[in-house]
């Protein structure tokens, strides 16, 4: 069974807009695993634009299921990760002037940094995600980085309107889901999924779990958290 982890980076989002106390990302959480989530993600940015370590902290003694924290390779983020122990870690790229996360890491040059950061999650029993693009070199570096799970950027997918495109990049997605499984890394998805695209990625059967927030956020605005992750629930479970 397929499982899905929510993103409630923009409930701190729009806490942070108004530097407010509310809406609070933990009671989101809380409300997203009532409705059938079993993961909730969160990325700690250098920059605090919405999660602040204290959300971290909460959300480690608080929430039922797993967290996912994604997460650059600073020296002070890593520090914040070793400290709270989270139960996945997912290196992503981040640059300062972006609206979301623009892509998966490159993996094309021997990183030391990535290397390093790795070999401190895993001494700490952290498991470590590599947020990559779908593409056999970007699974295999990773596997030799000694990631224990990589989620698949889908964020090219969800913006492709052209059917056979879209195909195309199914394919890659599903080759490198299926590459990863052989050398034994879990497999993750995310970014840019929503209701109505989700249901073909759904269809790769090697893909572990989703971690899926904008959309959720933008839905539950309207119906409440608890029903609008109830639906992706049951779109991943069809």
Same mark, same amino acid.
């Given at each position: ?12 989002s ?6 407010? &106390? ?7 959480? @809380?409300? +997203?695993? @009532? #409705? %059938? +989530?079993?993961? *909730? ?7 605090? &634009?919405h =999660? ?5 902290? =909460?959300?480690?003694?608080? =929430?039922?299921?797993?967290?996912? $924290? ?6 002070? @983020? ?15 790229p981040?640059?300062?002037?972006? *609206?979301?996360?623009? %892509? ?23 498991? !470590? ?9 970007? *699974?295999?570096?990773?596997?030799? /980085? #000694?990631?224990? !799970? ?6 090219? /997918? ?19 889901? !299926? ?10 998805? %995310? ?12 269809? *790769? ?11 959720? @956020? ?5 119906? #409440?958290?608890?029903?609008? !992750? +109830?639906?992706?629930? &049951? $779109?991943? %479970?069809?």
């Amino acid at each position: 069974m397929k499982k899905l982890s929510v993103n409630v980076d923009h409930i701190a989002s729009l806490r942070q807009a108004r530097k407010a &106390r509310e809406p609070d990302p933990v009671a989101a959480a @809380i409300l +997203a695993e @009532i #409705g %059938g +989530a079993e993961g *909730i993600t969160v990325h700690l940015r250098k920059d605090r &634009r919405h =999660i602040q370590e204290r959300d971290l902290e =909460i959300l480690k003694t608080t =929430i039922k299921t797993n967290l996912n $924290l994604e997460m650059g390779t600073s020296e002070e @983020i890593v520090k914040v990760a070793l400290r709270i122990k989270p139960d996945l870690a997912t290196l992503v790229p981040e640059k300062e002037e972006e *609206i979301t996360t623009e %892509g998966g890491l490159d993996l094309s040059r021997n990183n030391l940094r990535l290397k390093e950061v790795i070999s401190l999650l895993r001494e700490r029993k952290i498991r !470590v995600s590599l947020f990559i693009n779908p593409s056999s070199a970007s *699974i295999k570096k990773a596997h030799k /980085y #000694g990631s224990d !799970v990589v989620e698949i950027h889908t964020g090219h /997918y969800a913006e492709i309107e052209d059917r056979l495109e879209m195909a195309t990049e199914l394919e890659k997605i599903a080759g490198a889901a !299926v590459l990863a499984k052989k050398l034994g890394l879990g497999v993750n998805a %995310g970014h840019g999924l929503n209701y109505q695209n989700v249901k073909n990625i759904c269809l *790769i059967d090697e893909i572990d779990e989703f971690s899926i927030g904008h959309s959720i @956020i933008a839905r539950a605005c309207l119906v #409440g958290m608890k029903e609008a !992750v +109830a639906e992706m629930v &049951r $779109l991943i %479970g069809a």
